[in-house]
């Protein structure tokens, strides 16, 4: 394949584009669920009258259910497509968020939580795989990042949310800031169906014909289209030069064997593709992005700001700088590479969490208002923002969407996704009660140390992926772990009945 290897792939497809970018619409109502909740937290707390350990399960069961979400989305979208599973998962967005808006109780509030997490779930493994299995290795960073720039984009609006409707009294400002994400949910849900099907799922259910209109949609020439068809169909272990538009497949193609092969009895190599996204996706978290994104008023107010506009205000700047440095990070992706960029964001990030434990530190030993301190802390909490979404935030979803075998990818993301979800629980759910034991100064610090051992753990397991087809990734790995003969063996394998 190497001869033939993607025609004018510097070209960029528009259609392409656009169909990760619909895809990608469903991270906006997640990031807006998160920042719109920092703020609306505050007048929950007021109106319900709930206590802390409350707000802290408030904050970390949408995560919890997003474990759920996640781990169910893999069989469904091997089961019915990945442009089902999106809508499906819209459907369970617009429900959790109608049940959030109306919210009477607590009790109510928790179960449109609920619902919304196992949205969220879905929404986080299927937008990130759809958009790997439709581009090409020159532009697969750039569309395969797009979910989490979206969801950034969402976080700022749900910031924004909070500062305008925070102006509305205290009944039905929390509730219209969490009951009109219902709205795009609706609207996503009938624009997904005008998309096509991933060109890699309908190999796999043996669908060549579908499968080859829509490769020729999303490529630049006829060349192009008939030379990523054959790498999908030799991946999928059948003849490169079959021209039938139905063939039945000689193993199970919805899923089935796939868990044993993940977690059971993996290959050598399926093991290091599975350690290196459990990692990424584990240290995603553990660094501290939710604490700031979801405590970040907590955070300022720490720091020595005092109104509730001015929080709500400095709260915005966390997402707008959350959001022009992802899509930056867009545009670094497919030039200076994966590896470069996390190591790079890593090593920000160590330094802007020190910097921000140090300032914290200060303002809570200090008797009176250190102005230099609250400043450094507004500043360092922005720089932590930058750095993580310049590298760490975009790349968890490229890599973990690009190293999995086509066969087991769907359900390997989603074992990631599900370890994700468990990290954002974990933090979102114990921060308060953390900087409550050992300073909020003192855990950024912890934040900090975490964040040292993320820097080694991606410059010791993960290889760079940038410009290889998503076969020519497998194969990265499959070389590093056996000789070329055994690793020609293991791909042939994996093409046989289980």
């Known amino acids: 394949m190497e001869d033939g ?6 070209r960029f497809n528009k259609y392409a584009c656009a169909c990760a970018i619909v895809a990608s619409m469903i991270s906006i109502i997640f990031g807006y669920d998160t920042g719109v909740m920092s703020g609306a937290m505050i007048f929950i707390k007021e109106d319900l009258k709930i206590n802390d350990i409350q707000v802290e399960v408030l904050a970390g069961i949408l995560n919890l259910c997003a474990l759920v979400g996640s781990l ?20 369970i967005f617009l429900l959790g968020a109608l049940l959030m808006g109306y919210g009477p109780s607590y009790a109510i509030l928790m179960t449109g939580r609920c619902t919304a997490g196992v949205g969220v779930g879905f929404a986080l493994m299927i937008a990130p795989v759809y958009s790997a299995e439709i581009s090409d290795s020159s532009s697969r960073g750039f569309l395969t990042s797009l979910p989490e720039l979206c969801i950034s984009i969402g976080i700022l609006l749900g910031y924004l949310s909070n500062y305008c409707f925070g102006k509305l009294t205290l009944r039905f400002g929390w509730r219209i800031m969490l009951g009109i994400a219902a709205v795009p949910s609706l609207a996503l849900a009938f624009g997904v169906l005008k998309m096509p099907e991933s060109p890699r799922w309908l190999v796999m259910q043996g669908r060549l014909g579908d499968a080859k209109k829509v490769m020729l949609q999303v490529s630049n020439s006829e060349e192009e289209a ?19 538009d139905v063939v039945k497949l000689p193993r199970k193609t919805r899923g089935e064997g796939v868990w044993k092969e993940l977690l059971v009895r993996p290959s050598p190599s399926v093991r290091w ?11 995603e978290h553990a660094t501290g992005i939710e604490a ?4 970040s008023p907590r955070i300022f107010k720490k720091a020595g700001i005092t109104d509730k506009d001015k929080l709500l205000l400095a709260t915005v700047g966390v997402g707008l700088t959350k959001a022009i440095f992802i899509l930056t990070a867009t545009f670094f992706l497919d030039k200076v590479g994966r590896r470069r960029l996390l190591l790079i964001s890593t090593g920000g990030m160590i330094l802007a969490l020190s910097g921000l434990g140090f300032c914290l530190t200060m303002v809570e030993r200090s008797e009176e208002k250190l102005l230099w301190a609250l400043s450094l802390s507004i500043v360092a909490t922005y720089l932590y923002v930058a750095f993580f979404s310049i590298g760490l935030g975009p790349i968890t979803w490229v890599y973990t969407s690009e190293i999995f075998p086509l066969k087991l990818r769907a359900q390997g993301v989603a074992i990631a996704v599900a370890v994700n979800r468990v990290m954002n629980a974990t933090v979102s759910m114990s921060f308060i009660s953390i900087y ?24 010791s397991f993960l290889p760079e992926t940038m410009g290889k087809s998503l076969e020519e990734v497998e194969m990265l790995f499959i070389k590093s772990t056996a000789p070329r003969k055994e690793a020609y063996i293991e791909v042939q394998q994996r093409s046989n009945v289980q």
């Open 226 to 244: 008939e030379a990523r068809f054959q790498e999908i169909k030799v991946a999928a272990g059948i003849d490169e030069n079959c021209q039938e």
């Open 436 to 459: 409550k034991a050992i300073t909020i100064g003192g855990s950024f610090f912890m934040f900090a140390g975490i964040a040292v051992l993320a820097w080694v753990f991606f410059y």
């Open 5 to 10: 290897k993607r025609v004018n792939q510097a």
């Open 273 to 283: 593709i599975l350690i290196a996204a459990i990692g990424i996706h584990f240290f």
């Open 292 to 295: 700031v994104v979801l405590y």
């Open 72 to 91: 169910a989305a893999g069989r469904t979208s091997d089961y019915i497509g990945r442009r089902y599973t999106i809508v499906l998962a819209s459907i």
